[in-house]
């Protein structure tokens, strides 16, 4: 299975941006993945951000993101990014990179625990 470390979190003021990148081990660029984006907020349970298909990069995005966040990959470099933007301080949350080898129809709004591959999450904090 896939592994994946998160990396980009930190502090920014309400309406910026951040990104945040996932760096996946080799095994994914052998065959089809799902890799996706998913956060947890102090007091509340995680929800999932977005996905995207590596093979044909077909995309999902939670109703609460949509518009604002954008979810793309780098197959030659093995990495996954979440763009950020427009933050608010509702999005403020550890966030969590997971991989899971599957075909596409699988690939959309999943638990964590579908995941074969889950990162240990990177901070971000949305100030008002």
């Known amino acids: 299975q896939a592994q994946v470390a998160e990396s980009g979190g930190g502090s920014v003021q309400a309406g910026g941006s951040l990104r945040l990148s996932c760096a996946a081990s080799?095994?994914?660029?052998?065959?089809?993945?799902?890799m996706a984006w998913f956060r947890q907020a102090p007091g509340k349970e995680r929800e999932g951000v977005a996905t995207?298909?590596?093979?044909?990069?077909?995309?999902y995005y939670g109703d609460s993101v949509k518009g604002r966040f954008a979810i793309s990959q780098d197959r030659a470099k093995n990495m996954v990014y979440l763009q950020m933007t427009i933050l608010k301080p509702e999005d403020t949350a550890t966030y969590y990179c997971a991989a899971q080898a599957s075909v596409r129809s699988w690939c959309r709004m999943r638990d964590f625990t579908d995941f074969g591959g889950r990162g240990q999450g990177t901070q971000v904090t949305v100030s008002s």
């Open positions: 080799p095994s994914v660029t052998a065959r089809p993945y799902c």
């Open positions: 995207i298909y590596t093979v044909d990069n077909s995309t």
